[in-house]
């Protein structure tokens, strides 16, 4: 998978950035995963926050 199309976003309550490149392997979220395939229902790691509060970072 080309990192070219891979993206990241953004948490607003924390600001760590989760990279569709890097995963979060720690939390059980391989390197190349989209963020579309995310759990709906799936947490921030460092504040709880829920998904539908992270943004796509526009470089």
Known sequence: MSEDNLEQYECMTCGIIYSE?????DEGI??????ADIPDDWTCP????????F???VS
């Open 55 to 57: 943004e796509l970072v």
């Open 21 to 25: 490149a890097a995963g979060l392997p």
């Open 30 to 35: 391989p390197p190349g995963t989209k963020w």
């Open 46 to 53: 460092e504040c709880g926050t829920g998904k539908f509060d």
